[in-house]
């Protein structure tokens, strides 16, 4: 799904318009309506609703909001905020309407002195600016917005399309921003909604469909895009019927050290339980019998060292010569002994394919940053956002944090992968991806190691390391959503993950 940007909604409007056809009234009263089927369906009569609308269009559609809870034998009043002399046409002709239907609905403020004493119960409805809005709101509307906060502990608030204060493809950080309980967008995802930062503005979110002209969604190209199933339908390949285990490929995981041999399990155990052909994983001795017990289906080999690895360049007796290794995943519970770096710098010498590199393996590239550019390109890097820190530096907020990936992930050209809510995944094209799908159940340790086990199973069967990438974050999430499905989000473990990550491909 693509992330258009506040001119390409507007444009895709003006598309749709034109091309349905369909009037501009007609559309607002689309978009009005889906929100008031969505009031509906959550809320009954009894509530009083406030509808703060704005003399844009965003405020045209809380005046039809407003309208239609009326039609509907709701109690609805719309605070229409005059902080502009001139209101859209739409507005204008909304406001007519109402006041011809439900004069009594209406009320005026001038002045935040105006701002009215709402009854216990009531829904607030914040229609003041949507994508028309151009920078940080100041002056008295900025205290509107802080009146409406105050609300928000003991009302429910709902923005239409963005909460207001909320820029759609800038940051809005130390901006006033309405914080909203439940956020119902039209039609398509905003970049801000992404972001970290706005997670208290936008609260739930809810896109919903209004039928913008799909020629116009199909044909414009955008940089920022949201993961669907769709999309993974088109990247994911199901086996040969003739398939053998080298058709899918031998994977080499090197992690693990004394005490956290158990990061290595877990990407092991995600690793064969994303259909890998062969996998070797590569511990220090303290980890050989756990893992050769905890994953019996993986070979193991070791490093001469007893706590910590030391030299994975070289390859033992009877094991494949690194080359011959179709994916490495390196890094989960490795640490940053100084002989594991010196190690880690040799294997970035000899291997020269895509390999997915994570947790330690990333540290030590921060502490030796010459590192950076002799990473394979393609390889895939997943850093948290400690970790991209580390590696890149701080930002001032999260849009400039996601400029500062692209521009890597082009400079480098790996697949950069900022894990968190809605990871992003920067492609060396420039490209930005966002994974749907996730939880906060799986804010709880182990549950990147299980990543990157399935980000090498995936490279090592074949997939390309864009295709690799966002199936693989797409396809932990799920599992991680299954998990919690069946679990709770609390109960789930890293572990969890990994046992649902068979039903996550049958839902593919
Ligand atoms: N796209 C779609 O598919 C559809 C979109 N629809 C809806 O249209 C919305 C967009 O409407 P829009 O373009 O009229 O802009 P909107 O958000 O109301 O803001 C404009 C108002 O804000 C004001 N203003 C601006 N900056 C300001 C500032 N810094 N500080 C203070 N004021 C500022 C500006 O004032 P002015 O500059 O005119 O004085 C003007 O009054 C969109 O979000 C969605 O809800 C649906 O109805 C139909 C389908
Ligand atoms: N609130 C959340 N919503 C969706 N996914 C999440 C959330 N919190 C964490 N995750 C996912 O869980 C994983 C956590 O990885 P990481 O921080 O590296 O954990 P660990 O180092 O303990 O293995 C990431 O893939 C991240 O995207
Ligand atoms: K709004």
Redesign the pocket.
């Known amino acids: 799904m693509k992330i258009f940007t506040a001119t390409q ?2 444009e ?2 003006a598309y749709t318009i034109q091309h349905e056809p369909v009037s501009s009234l007609q ?2 009263e689309r ?1 009005a309506n889906a929100c008031a089927q969505w009031l509906f369906r959550h809320f009954e009569a009894d509530r009083p609703f406030y509808i703060f609308c ?8 809380g005046l039809v909001i407003t309208r239609l809870l009326h039609d509907k034998g709701y109690n609805a009043t719309a605070c229409i905020i005059h ?2 002399t ?1 209101a ?1 046409p739409d507005h204008t002709a909304n406001r007519e309407a109402l006041e011809q239907q439900y004069p009594q609905s209406i009320y005026d403020i001038h002045a935040l002195a105006d701002f009215p004493t709402l009854p216990a119960g009531s829904i607030v409805i914040d229609a003041l ?10 002056g008295w ?1 900025a205290g509107l917005i802080h009146r409406i906060n105050d609300l928000q502990a003991r009302h429910t608030v709902i923005a ?3 909460p207001s204060g909320l820029l759609a493809d800038a940051s809005s950080a130390r901006m006033p921003v309405v914080n909203a309980h439940h956020t119902l967008s ?2 398509v995802y905003k970049l801000a909604f992404m972001m970290p930062e706005n997670a208290a503005r936008v609260g739930q979110l809810h896109i919903l469909p ?1 039928g ?1 002209h799909p020629d116009y969604m199909a044909r414009t190209p955008t940089r920022f895009h949201v993961t669907d199933a769709h999309m993974m339908r088109t990247i994911y390949q199901p086996r040969q019927p003739f398939a053998h285990k080298g058709t899918y490929g031998h994977a080499l995981l090197i992690a693990g050290s004394y005490g956290k041999i158990g990061a290595a399990v877990l990407s092991a155990k995600a690793c064969l339980h994303s259909g890998v052909g062969l996998l070797t994983c590569y511990v220090p001795q303290c980890g050989y019998q756990i893992m050769q017990i905890s994953a019996p289906a993986a070979m193991c080999i070791t490093d001469p060292q007893e706590t910590h690895s030391s030299h994975f360049h070289e390859t033992q007796p009877h094991t494949p010569a690194l080359h011959q290794f179709r994916a490495i995943g390196i890094g989960p519970g490795l640490g940053t002994a100084t002989p594991t770096a010196k190690a880690l710098e040799l294997l970035l010498d000899q291997y020269r394919q895509p390999m997915v590199i994570d947790a330690d393996a990333l540290n030590i590239i921060a502490a030796y940053p010459f590192l950076l550019s002799r990473i394979p390109h393609g390889s895939v890097l997943t850093p948290h956002p400690k970790e991209f820190e580390r590696l890149f530096g701080s930002t001032e907020n999260d849009f400039a944090r996601l400029e500062l990936l692209s521009e890597q992930a082009i400079n480098l050209q790996l697949y950069l992968l900022l894990k968190g809510r809605f990871t992003a995944i920067a492609c060396p094209d420039g490209s930005v991806y966002f994974n749907s799908t996730g939880n906060p159940g799986m804010a709880t340790g182990g549950s990147g190691d299980v990543l990157t086990g399935i980000l090498t199973a995936l490279l090592a069967q074949g997939y390309a390391p864009k295709a690799a990438v966002l199936l693989g974050a797409y396809l932990h999430g799920l599992a991680g959503d299954i998990a919690a499905a069946r679990m709770s989000q609390e109960a789930m473990t890293a572990e969890s993950i990994i046992d649902c990550l068979g039903p996550a491909f049958l839902q593919l």
């Open positions: 909604i507007r895709a409007d559309l607002m978009a704005g003399m844009g269009n965003n405020g045209g559609d902080h502009s001139k859209s600016f949507g994508t028309g809005l151009r920078s940080a709101v100041e509307m239409i399309d963005l039209f039609e209004i913008l």
